[in-house]
């Protein structure tokens, strides 16, 4: 680290900083935090780097040795500080005051959350380090990649492997730390088959080759060529370190002499001193190249992820909305609370009948639904009308026959013109009453709409206030139903005001004689032909048919209307209202859904740490 400035050093430690506190917040279960998320075939060497940079033994062995993500955070204290270490996992925190104690501690970590089997495990161990001698550095330590399973292992532990690393490494905002041995064929690694996949460029991968050693001479140039970046192409290129092998564990060479170590190979290789002369090689490179990479990941990444915590809370602010705040626990609150809230129904309610916007924010179509089903009951009186005026020359001409009485020709048979009219009417009451039906039911689920979000979590409120809706409905169906049958009664009266009748008549004569004029035909007056006596019954018939039309076009809906949305919601009101005077109704009634209140806790934890993720993100970027 010491080739880095004061410039940037400065720049360094906020920025890691900054990532570390909001993973801490729990975050990355709602977006991507950057980071450097180390992966390895078994026994490449992944463990011995990882000691390397944090200056700290950590498990080794046989088989899977990591078996849950590690979170290693590392920070470099001034001169002369005193180490300091600390894990965590699940709702676990511990200090470490001995750096020999931190490969032991992970392992009883790793068999709190594993178990005693050879099995793995998501839930991450967070391991904070703080001394001089390791880089401002965080990396996420992941299981390596095994082939076959071996005694004590889940059949399919290769298979859960790679599942745990592509969680990791797919996200976008990670880099790929693949670590390989420089005595294997590095195009048949599994490692870098796997970042290659969620990579294929190789711009978010960055590879190290381990145990130089232990290369077959006669290769070292590949090796040099691999590091050079000349044979699989990554953006990000190659580092080649040499980490304490098992001889010098056994000899308990410290890792600060390991480095020293390191350092001399490199320097005294005929082949990789070439490497080392370009910053290629040794462990102390690899770190500063890391932490330059890690910090310039995170900048180039702060625009999308403020993006994304905006993003997030407003659809956690949407989901809060929509699961409520819940009912308060003070006995007295809660009563205040179960009145606000139906008081704010019922006006809700109404709001929705009237077509009035509602507080609650539910967006209701009701009034568009109410002016197509109207609009249909319109259409089938027209419909009625076409059909009438097509009939009626026949219908009038028989029924001319069958009650004719004394009247000479010329003259206008009252009951003739009664009768038509009367059983043509009467055909448009069914329909009435179909549609009060279909409004009926469309009021209901608009209602059941606004109940559920109304009162959402409370499952015996919304129950109860559902009930009061279907009876109110049949209640008032059959009111509105007797209503629209006395309406088609009066409508047998054969009735208009003289005035308006006289003015349809007219128009009636005009529109026939034009379209006559239209069609060159001579308009005969002759009052003691038949045909013009059926000529003008029918005018009549069609002028009286067309008032009666209008008239049950706008009455019909407002009778439906009245009872159906006015007095129901009115009627809902004065229920609702009654039913909150049973004191021992109201702790039944404010039980809340086990799973309502599970959601609502999820999402208001949520909006807590992304809130003050947004906090830090707006320091940060305040302070650079």
């Known amino acids: 680290m010491s080739t880095l400035n004061q410039q940037y050093e400065e720049k360094v430690r906020p920025c890691i900083d900054l990532i570390d506190s909001l993973r801490s917040l729990g975050v990355e279960e709602d977006l991507a935090l ?83 089997d050879q099995g793995i ?38 298979d859960q492997i790679k599942r745990l690393i592509q969680k990791f490494i797919t996200k976008q905002e990670t880099i790929c730390l693949v670590v390989v041995p420089s005595n294997v064929d590095i195009a048949t690694t599994e490692a870098l088959k796997m970042a290659q996949e969620v990579d294929p460029i190789g711009e978010r991968t960055l590879g190290i080759l381990t145990k130089p050693d232990l290369v077959d001479k006669g290769t070292e140039d590949m090796v040099v060529k ?52 370009e910053g290629q090689a040794t462990v102390p490179k690899l770190a500063e190249k890391l932490t ?14 403020e993006e994304q915590i905006e993003k997030n809370l407003a659809q956690t602010q949407t989901q809060l909305y929509k699961y409520g705040n819940g009912a308060p626990c003070d006995t007295s609150e809660r009563l205040a609370f179960l009145i606000d809230t139906v008081a704010a129904f ?44 097509w009939n009626i020359e026949r219908e009038v001409a028989q029924y001319e026959q069958r009650y004719r009485g004394r009247e000479l020709p010329g003259f206008i048979n009252y009951k003739t013109f009664e009768a038509i009219v009367q059983e043509h009417i009467k055909k448009l009451e069914e329909p009435a009453i179909l549609k009060l039906k279909e409004v009926a039911e469309t009021v209901k689920k608009e209602l059941f709409k606004l109940v559920q979000r109304s009162f959402v979590g409370f499952p015996n409120l919304i129950k109860m206030a559902q009930i009061n809706i279907e009876a109110i409905r049949k209640e008032k169906e059959i009111v509105a139903d007797s209503m629209l049958r006395t309406q088609f009664k009066m409508e047998q009266i054969v009735y208009t005001q003289d005035s308006t009748y006289s003015k349809k008549i007219g128009k009636r004569k005009r529109e026939d004689d034009q379209v006559l004029l239209s069609s060159n035909k001579i308009v005969m007056k002759n009052t003691g032909d038949t045909r013009t006596t059926l000529k003008e019954m029918m005018i009549h018939l069609k002028s009286y048919y067309q008032i009666v039309g209008q008239r049950l076009a706008d009455q019909i809906p407002l009778v439906i209307r009245y009872q159906m949305l006015q007095e129901s919601t009115i009627e809902l009101r004065r229920q609702m209202l009654h039913m909150l005077q049973d004191k021992e109704k109201i702790e039944p009634l404010l039980q809340e859904s086990t799973e309502i209140k599970s959601e609502r806790i999820h999402y208001q934890k949520r909006h807590k740490r992304l809130s003050k993720a947004r906090i830090r993100l707006t320091e940060f970027s305040m302070n650079i």
């Open 34 to 116: 950057p980071a450097i998320a180390v992966i390895g075939d078994q026994s490449s060497g992944k463990s011995s780097v990882l000691e390397a940079l944090s200056g700290v033994a950590l498990p080794r062995g046989t088989g899977i040795v990591t078996r849950c993500p590690l979170e290693l955070k590392m920070k470099r204290n001034k001169e002369g500080e005193t180490w300091y270490g600390k894990i965590s996992y699940q709702s676990y925190n511990e200090e470490i005051k001995n750096p020999a104690d931190v490969e032991e501690k992970i392992r009883e970590a790793q068999v709190k959350i594993t178990g005693d």
């Open 346 to 389: 019922t006006q809700d309610a109404i709001s929705l009948t009237t077509g009035e916007e509602l507080k609650c924010g539910f967006r209701s179509c009701l009034f568009f639904m109410l002016r197509k089903e109207f609009g249909a009951w319109k259409d089938t009186i027209e419909r009625s009308g076409v059909t009438f005026n």
């Open 121 to 158: 495990s998501e839930d991450s161990i967070s391991l904070e380090i703080a001394s001089p001698d390791v880089p401002d550095l965080t990396l996420i330590d992941l299981p390596g990649i095994v082939r076959v399973a071996v005694k004590n292992q889940p059949v399919n532990i290769g």
């Open 292 to 305: 330059l990479e890690l910090v310039h990941h995170i900048q180039k990444s702060l625009p999308r992820l």
């Open 226 to 277: 691999i590091v050079r970046n000349e044979e699989i192409l990554l953006r990000k290129g190659y580092m080649i370190v040499k980490c304490r092998g098992q001889n010098e564990i056994k000899n308990n060479v410290s890792l600060s002499e390991s480095i020293e170590r390191e350092k001399a190979f490199f320097k005294e290789h005929s082949y990789f001193q070439t490497l080392y002369d």
